[in-house]
């Protein structure tokens, strides 16, 4: 469900999310969620909520473990001396004959955890009703150790809700009842509840839709059956910008048609018109044509041709005078712009003293400058002058400056405002707009030109202002006129008045339509409007939530329980057993699920048809498979297991036990011997490392009439060296009461001593003489490393171990009446009690023998 929900849209999920947290939608609620809907990020998939509560935790990232339950007033028969403590570890297995409180405590918690089948917690009924019921539940929580004292049948303790509890209830629920999944998500009925706020919301949605009113102008009967009419009743949320642009636009060449058609019509000599209209087309090609000629001349493309032949003009004349190294040169100077003239000018005078002669004329002549005499030195200068002048790069100085000259030469004259105005009313573009335009191009081509030619320092490029704009305007005109010029020489021909009044009839449309472009958006907007709240409708539709729920509750909680329930059969060593578990009806978004016999001939009972052991071993199953796959792993309670199961089935439900320890705290209570054993060697199974730092065996009892007195370990249970000094601390305790009131209180308390004296020389058998190869509430032989041991029996240990088991079975098994029961005297029940520990003590540091005859 949480993975769904993250592909929704943000509404959905919101409306999830208040819904998981509140468990129903306020009127605010679904105002807030129907406005989010509208908007574009609304509608989109996002990852912004985790929806927690669909992840059955107590509390985010928080771990659960027991601690212990102890001062325990006024429930049941229960009242400790300590607290009953769980460990450190994760499996706890906890013994105690019936009636030593082990229900109670299992009781306890699950009450306090809010479990669907907690029955009231009572008071002993036996004594006086107690002025309080409570007790106090130690756990650890989120990494920290709390402390509650906790009412009986109060509120739940909200952070030991996640664990679950095994009991003799809980296996008769899931074997006679329909039953709910208790960990998939509970809130699949939280599915329906969406669905209704889905209808809700289209509610609110139709309501707005429903208070859109039009407000568009009714359109005059004449336009009715002209296209921009019919365009204008076709308006829809659909319509395109474009076309609805093109329905609304009025330009200047619409009114233009308008007026044309309008003239066309009131025109009376055609032929006239059109020659009008061309001599006017022909004043605008002229202006067009300035108007290139002045880009032409003053563009940056010319610009810069200009600006390159005077930088080259002057970079060339500067060589040149740099190179004008006359060695017979007296002055400096020679080669600039004045000495080149004062030259050029000798040139030209020496044309009138000289006419026949090539300038410079030396021989026989004076200077035409000084008019003396040459001497042979001035002679040379005068020839050397001439070839300087006629050297190349004086030749490309004055090619250089020709070409810019020319390019000056060639810039056109700038038109004067009233030339300018007296074109533009000649060509019929006199508004204020065209004449602003023209004005503005040539103040910038003048700008460029003054520019241009003042060439003392090399220019720069003015900035180009596009003025192409006006130039396509001008086009536009010129070919305007000519269509004009063409339509009237049609007209002159033979015109169409009807269809010219029809186009008339559609262009007034289109101006009309035009007027009320405020009001036609403004409807197009309630269009889409409109449209779009249907849209929302259908976003809020709740027939695909319907299907999902449909979809989940088949999946999420039947294949995934029916997967789960085969897989614990199988673990738990029943898939022989022909049970099924299967959907049995939906109620309300919930599925219930029910046990029930395969391929069964009829209608029968499980009840009926299995042993007590298989119904105890399915309901077993049914349970693990609802609780195991939870989110987190929480504490797992079991009271009496497996009752009534067989030695296969114990151990296939022990081994299952310490698996499930193996990732969470599993507390076991059980009256039964055998699988106090059987879960020390399945601990063992998994490791002894991890059943050292995990497993746990504890002992409850009663006393007094008082029950679930944590105790130490008895005689039975303990190791054979203490169980040995405990049994010689309680005789010597045993040995004080007599000294103290007689040979009765010794008896007493020597009887008890008898009977475990004679439980712990079974133990000895088992663990020292067979070294635990053979246990007698153990499945399993272990030989690993412990055969060695055997081979050191000898027959007189068998004998020792025989005679004091001969002597001391009487006080553990039933004797005939006839058959005088008496205790021991302390000496003699001290003796047998040591010589048993000084023959475990011989024989432990007996040598093993290397061979091992079996």
Same mark, same amino acid.
Request: glycine share 6%.
């Given at each position: 469900? @949480? ?14 999310? @208040? ?21 574009? +990020?609304?509608? !989109? ?52 004959? +019936? ?24 008071? +002993? ?9 409570? *007790? ?7 990494? !920290? ?171 060339? @004349? ?43 004329? %030396? ?308 009256? @039964? ?25 504890? *002992? ?58 004679? #439980? ?37 240990? *068998? ?10 079975? *009487? ?32 024989? #432990? %540091?007996?040598?093993?023998?290397? %061979?091992?005859?079996?």
């Amino acid at each position: 469900m @949480r993975t769904w929900l993250l592909t929704q849209p943000d509404w959905l999920q919101e409306a999830a999310d @208040r819904l998981l947290r509140q468990g129903d939608l306020t009127s605010n609620d679904l105002q807030v969620i129907c406005a989010l809907l509208k908007t574009p +990020n609304g509608q !989109k998939v996002t990852k912004l909520r985790q929806f927690e509560s669909l992840i059955q935790v107590p509390h985010e990232g928080g771990g659960l473990r027991l601690s212990s339950i102890g001062d325990v007033h006024g429930i049941e028969n229960l009242g400790p001396r300590h607290p009953l403590a769980f460990g450190e570890g994760n499996l706890t297995v906890i013994y105690g004959h +019936n009636g030593s409180g082990k229900s109670s405590y299992t009781r306890i918690l699950k009450r306090a955890a809010g479990k669907a089948r907690a029955g009231e917690l009572k008071p +002993n009924v036996f004594k006086a009703v107690p002025i309080e019921k409570k *007790c106090t539940i130690t756990y650890e929580f989120a990494g !920290k150790c709390v402390t509650r004292d906790w009412h009986a049948n109060s509120a739940v303790i909200d952070e030991i809700q996640a664990l679950d509890v095994f009991d003799s209830d809980e296996a008769t629920h899931y074997l006679r009842n329909e039953s709910v999944a208790s960990y998939t998500p509970h809130v699949v009925g939280m599915f329906e509840a969406l669905a209704t706020a889905c209808d809700q919301i289209r509610a609110l949605l139709q309501g707005e839709q429903t208070l859109l009113v039009s407000a568009l102008p009714t359109l005059p009967i004449d336009y009715i059956a002209t296209l921009e009419g019919r365009r204008y009743k076709a308006l829809s949320a659909d319509t395109a910008e474009l076309a609805l642009g093109q329905l609304l636009t009025w330009s200047e060449d619409d009114g233009r048609k308008l007026e044309e058609i309008s003239e066309r019509l009131k025109v009376i000599d055609p032929a006239a018109q059109a020659k009008q209209k061309r001599a006017t087309k022909f004043q605008v090609e002229r202006v067009t044509e300035s108007m290139k000629q002045g880009e032409l001349f003053f563009g940056l493309a010319n610009q810069q041709v200009i600006l390159e032949l005077q930088v080259s003009a002057k970079s060339k @004349r500067l060589i040149a005078t740099e190179a004008a190294q006359v060695t017979s040169a007296q002055l400096e100077g020679v080669g600039i712009d004045t000495w080149r003239e004062m030259w050029n000018a000798a040139r030209v005078y020496s044309q009138t003293a000289y006419p026949d002669l090539a300038f410079p004329v %030396t021989s026989d002549a004076r200077c035409v400058l000084c008019h003396q005499e040459l001497a042979p030195d001035a002679q040379q200068r005068l020839h050397d002058f001439e070839a300087f002048i006629q050297g190349q790069l004086e030749s490309d100085a004055n090619a250089a400056e020709a070409s810019y000259t020319q390019c000056l030469v060639a810039l056109p004259i700038i038109p004067t405002a009233d030339q300018i105005s007296t074109q533009c009313e000649a060509a019929g573009i006199n508004t204020h707009e065209w004449v602003q335009n023209f004005n503005s191009f040539w103040q910038w081509a003048s700008s460029v030109r003054s520019s241009l030619l003042a060439g003392d320092e090399v220019g720069e490029i003015q900035g180009w202002q596009d003025y192409s704009n006006v130039q396509r305007l001008l086009l536009a005109h010129t070919e305007q006129l000519e269509s004009q010029a063409l339509q009237f020489e049609i007209d002159a021909q033979g015109f169409d008045r009807t269809q010219a009044l029809s186009e008339k009839l559609a262009l007034e449309a289109k101006k009309w339509i035009a007027q009320q472009a405020g009001s036609v958006r403004n409807e197009i907007e309630r269009l889409k409007q409109a449209k779009v709240l249907e849209d929302w409708k259908v976003l809020a539709n709740s027939r695909p939530i319907s299907i999902k729920a449909a979809a989940i509750a088949e999946k999420v909680i039947t294949q995934a329980y029916v997967m789960r329930f085969n897989r614990e059969l199988q673990l738990l060593g029943a898939s022989r057993i022909q049970v099924e578990i299967v959907k049995a009806r939906a109620e309300k978004g919930r599925v219930l699920h029910r046990l029930q016999l395969k391929a069964v001939q009829g209608k029968q009972s499980i009840e009926l048809v299995l042993s007590e052991g298989e119904r105890r071993i399915i309901a077993l199953a049914a349970f693990l498979a609802d609780v195991t796959d939870k989110p987190q792993p929480a504490p797992f309670i079991f009271d009496d297991p497996i009752s009534s199961l067989d030695h296969d089935f114990e151990w296939s439900v022990a081994s299952r036990l310490a698996e499930l320890a193996k990732t969470r705290q599993v507390i076991v209570f059980t009256h @039964r011997l055998s699988l106090y054993g059987t879960m020390e060697d399945v601990a063992k199974k998994v490791g002894e490392v991890w059943k050292k730092q995990h497993f746990q065996q504890l *002992c409850i009892e009663t006393y007094s009439g008082v029950a679930g007195h944590p105790v130490d370990n008895a005689t039975w249970n303990a190791k054979t060296e203490k169980a040995n000094n405990i049994l010689l601390d309680r005789l010597g305790v045993a040995k004080k009461a007599g000294e103290a009131a007689g040979g009765d209180a010794y008896r007493n308390s020597a009887q008890g001593i008898c009977s475990d004296f004679r #439980k712990l020389l079974e133990r000895t058998v088992e663990d020292d003489l067979l070294n635990e190869v053979v246990k007698r509430h153990r499945r399993s032989i272990t030989t690993d490393n412990r055969m060695g041991v055997l081979a050191k029996i000898e027959h007189a240990d *068998c004998q020792f171990i025989d005679n004091l088991m001969t002597k001391y079975s *009487c006080y553990e098994h039933s004797q005939s009446q006839e058959v005088p029961n008496f205790i021991p005297e302390e000496p003699e029940l001290r003796k047998d009690i040591e010589s048993l520990k000084v023959w475990r003590t011989e024989f #432990k %540091t007996r040598p093993k023998c290397e %061979t091992v005859m079996i």
